[in-house]
């Protein structure tokens, strides 16, 4: 089946600590793209990227990082610099130019502050 | 930055009704697309409009687009249990070339009571 794989649905993080969340597709998808969902809030675009090995940030990129080393492929690190984590993560793919075109979404990663 | 907002916030009504909901934005649009997220998954994209389209339909739902007054709003006829969820008007800009995505609102929180 194709689509778009996050891993894990809940990660629980202690203070200080990074943490690195999994997105897969086999959508064969240029751009991939991470958002941040807080609740009862839309989403805010953390990263994207067209093209393998480039990347751009988004309108919250502070305390983020992200690889492209293979098209398939987009994990996000969440540092120990993000000094509020806690929320949910979705990561979406789509052709090229996703701002054209629908984009699918995995289903989310989980992530806690303990 | 978020440059939709959906309208109204929550809505609840009986099953068989109808429920609008309205996005309003910002900036020039390339097209305007309506996704679905139920409660802690990933958003399903639901239609897409362009600009240059005035209204759209899909099954039960019907979308309509007004860019002289940067609005749109999405119809879903004789609703259904299924039907609640969170809906999310997402923008595509006119500038950029679509490389940097799509742009959320924080949508509204459907429910359909039986």
């Known amino acids: ?114 | 930055s978020q440059q939709g907002e959906e309208d109204p916030q929550a809505l609840s009504i009986q099953e068989g009704e109808n429920a609008t909901m309205n996005c309003s934005y910002k900036t020039s649009i390339n097209n305007l697309q309506w996704y679905r997220q139920n409660s802690g998954r990933g958003l399903v994209h639901l239609i897409l409009i362009r600009s240059n389209e005035r209204e759209k339909h899909s099954g039960r739902l019907r979308v309509t687009l007004d860019t002289s007054k940067k609005s749109s709003s999405l119809l879903i006829t004789a609703s259904r249990a299924a039907d609640t969820a969170s809906y999310f008007c997402a923008t595509g800009l006119a500038s950029g070339g679509g490389a940097d995505g799509l742009t959320f609102g924080k949508g509204t929180h459907l429910i359909i009571q039986p």
């Open chain 1, 1 to 114: 089946d194709g689509g778009i794989t996050q891993s894990p649905k809940y990660l629980f993080r202690k203070e200080g600590q990074n943490v690195t969340l999994s997105c897969e597709q086999n959508l064969n998808h240029d751009a991939m793209y991470w958002y941040r969902q807080d609740p009862g809030q839309g989403l805010r675009l953390i990263y994207y990227s067209q093209i393998v090995n480039d990347f751009q940030k988004g309108d919250i990129a502070e305390g983020y990082s992200v690889s492209r080393e293979k098209k398939e492929s987009f994990p996000l690190t969440v540092t120990s610099a993000q000094k509020n984590p806690t929320a949910f993560y979705l990561c979406a793919s789509s052709p090229p130019q996703g701002g054209r075109t629908e984009a699918f979404f995995g289903q989310g990663t989980r992530l806690t502050v303990v």
